[in-house]
């Protein structure tokens, strides 16, 4: 990058014309040779040589396909959000060590992706840094069951659907309790808690990880034992960019039952929904650990009222156990929500989870090989952990905000049960005991409106009016639902960890401290950082070291 440093002294005679065209012909310059630097570097740094077709930069044809292929959020994706010089997919986990060490080396800042679901496309995007390349671990897939040990061994890149079929093609009687959507990058996902319908059985994703394989800031491959156990606590929650990159996770399988019941049942403000959901917030974390009820709440027509509307609140439900023994837990603890017999579809395990994904009935299970999201929208999204069980009068108010919106969501999911047994520094993720349930809002939109600062402000006004309602000081909320409202690093900032303890202690409460302990010890020169990554606490060295040499950027 020094070719595109100009004297400040010169700046002023150089005609701004003149300056637009130098800057931009170097850059391409400066690109593609920096493209050839770093693929020289890798193969002076790797035992078989990296294949020119492992690169794609944004003159190559596929590039948009390739940059969006596991994207998430359309938002990161527009015209005017900074782009990669180039996408780097390794076939081996030697290449993701190369990669470490020569964008270190070329001081090319380096972005890691494995399912693509960051709500701020943290994975893709940077905003803060420029150049930035993108580590993209969509080839490093496999997933290894050994139904003997209960475990398996599951490469970043894979998705957790995949994670899901492997096990079920094994077993019918062992599962893995991570996320609902199965599109997700168990790489990204488990860094930052990864819960699911069988959370208050088992607990998060994280919580049943029982080693892994990383690649640290020197581009050293550590197990479990060779990281020690302040580096494998922070990665099993702690947020992923900010130490390391996994390659590898060794999961504990769990066992299931052959025979698991789902249900949905909606109920409308017509049908007494606001009470239903009063009561709901008393029992959801006392009901048996085989239940899990989630409430999907939106704005739908008022099929009573022509042309008004109404709110559905939409009970979505996975049941460790046939429909005979959940009928009469719900008749004990939940008679509110009348569930009937002929709401229950009694199904396996991997059936329930194809049914809480959201797929139409009869998807046969192979659908999860293909690794393909379902949810690619433009969206911002909230989290909120909730305490105490928000008065009917609350959820009145709300229900009136939600009319202002166009696609407005909201998903509520229970806690207690195994969450509450966890003590809140097993791991970094903190929201355990105490923790009623997680609120998530969302809205979505078109691109077409072109106005996304109204979406933005309402989600904005939606958070404020909530406030009294949710957990205080600090008010928690959910790494994996990555909020940049929140607060940010600045670029080069020394005092980035001071700012930090406000999102920090929000994500990680308590455990925060330890996180940046952690950092500061494996990652002093913070080569693993992105807008929300964990900042080390400065010496006076990696001071000295931490401002940029660039003359442009
Ligand atoms: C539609 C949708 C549904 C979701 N459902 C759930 C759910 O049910 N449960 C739940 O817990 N969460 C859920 N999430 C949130 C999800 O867990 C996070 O977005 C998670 O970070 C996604 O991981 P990824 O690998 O797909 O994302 P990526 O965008 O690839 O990565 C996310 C972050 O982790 C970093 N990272 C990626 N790979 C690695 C790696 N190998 N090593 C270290 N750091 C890495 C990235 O740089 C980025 O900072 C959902 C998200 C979406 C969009
Ligand atoms: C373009 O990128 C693809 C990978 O997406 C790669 O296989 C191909 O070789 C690249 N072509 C050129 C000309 O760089
Ligand atoms: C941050 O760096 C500046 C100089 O760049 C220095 O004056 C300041 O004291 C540093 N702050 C801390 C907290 O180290």
């Known amino acids: 990058m020094r ?23 170097s850059t391409w310059v400066a690109s593609a040779s920096l493209q050839e630097s770093f693929l020289q570097c890798l193969n002076e740094n790797s035992q078989f040589s990296v294949p020119y077709s492992t690169f794609c930069a944004p003159n190559n044809a596929t590039f948009n396909t390739l940059l969006q292929s596991s994207a998430q959020n359309l938002r990161y994706l527009e015209a005017s959000v900074p782009k990669p010089l180039f996408i780097f997919t390794p076939l081996l986990d030697s290449n993701v060590q190369a990669a470490v060490i020569c964008s270190k080396q070329l ?63 094994k077993s019918k009687v062992h599962g893995f309790p991570a996320g609902l959507c199965t599109s997700l990058g168990v790489g990204g996902h488990i860094t930052g808690g990864a819960y699911g319908s069988m959370m208050r059985k088992y607990g998060l994703g994280a919580d049943n990880v029982v080693d892994a394989r990383i690649v640290d800031a020197n581009g050293r491959i550590l197990d479990r034992e060779a ?116 709401d229950c579809i009694e199904t396996s395990w991997i059936k329930s989870v194809l049914y809480i994904a959201g797929y139409p009935s009869g998807t046969p299970p192979e659908v999860l090989l293909q690794g393909k999201s379902t949810f690619k929208n433009f969206f911002k999204a909230k989290s909120d952990f909730v305490r105490d069980p928000i008065p009917e009068t609350g959820l009145e108010g709300l229900w009136k905000r939600l009319y ?68 205080q000081l600090p008010r928690e909320a959910y790494v994996n639902y990555r909020d940049l409202d929140l607060g940010i690093n600045e670029k080069n900032s020394n005092t980035s960890y001071i700012e930090a303890i406000g999102w920090g202690t929000r994500y990680f409460r308590q455990n925060f401290g330890r996180l940046l302990r952690v950092k500061t010890k494996v990652d002093p020169d913070n080569f693993f950082r992105h807008e929300q990554s964990i900042p080390p606490i400065p010496t006076s060295e990696s001071l000295r070291f931490g401002s940029s040499e660039r003359g442009f950027d």
């Open 227 to 342: 990281m020690g156990e302040d580096l494998f606590w922070a990665i099993r929650g702690g947020g992923g960019g900010s130490f390391g990159i996994i390659l590898w996770w060794k999961l504990n399988l769990v066992p299931v039952p052959s025979i698991v019941t789902v249900f949905t049942v909606a109920k409308t403000l017509e049908q007494d929904a606001t009470k239903i959901l009063y009561k709901w917030q008393q029992v959801a974390d006392k009901l048996d650990e085989d239940l899990f009820i989630r409430v999907i709440i939106n704005v739908a027509a008022n099929t009573d009222k022509k042309g008004q509307k109404t709110v559905s609140t939409a009970y979505n439900a996975q049941f460790l156990g046939n429909a005979n023994r959940l009928l009469k837990i719900m008749g004990e603890s939940f008679p509110e929500l009348g569930l009937t017999r002929k």
């Open 107 to 169: 001081k090319i800042h380096l972005r890691v992706r494995s399912g693509g679901h960051d709500y701020e496309g943290l994975s893709y995007v940077s905003q803060i840094e420029s150049p930035f390349i993108i580590l993209d671990l969509a080839k490093l897939r496999s997933v290894k069951v050994d139904i003997d040990s209960n475990s398996a061994w599951v490469q970043a890149g894979a998705t957790i659907g995949e994670v899901y079929y492997r096990i079920a093609e």
């Open 404 to 471: 202002e919106e166009e696609s407005p969501l909201m998903i509520w999911n229970p806690y207690g049960g195994m969450m509450a047994k966890i003590s809140e520094t097993q791991i970094p993720f903190p929201h355990r005991r105490g923790v009623l349930y997680k609120i998530q809002y969302l809205t979505t939109w078109q691109k077409e409106e072109g106005n996304e600062d109204r979406h933005l402000q309402w989600i904005k006004k939606l958070y404020n009016y909530m406030a009294p309602y949710v957990s």
């Open 3 to 25: 070719v595109l440093f100009i004297n400040p002294k010169y700046k002023s005679f150089v005609s701004s014309l003149f300056l637009v065209f130098l800057l931009s012909s």
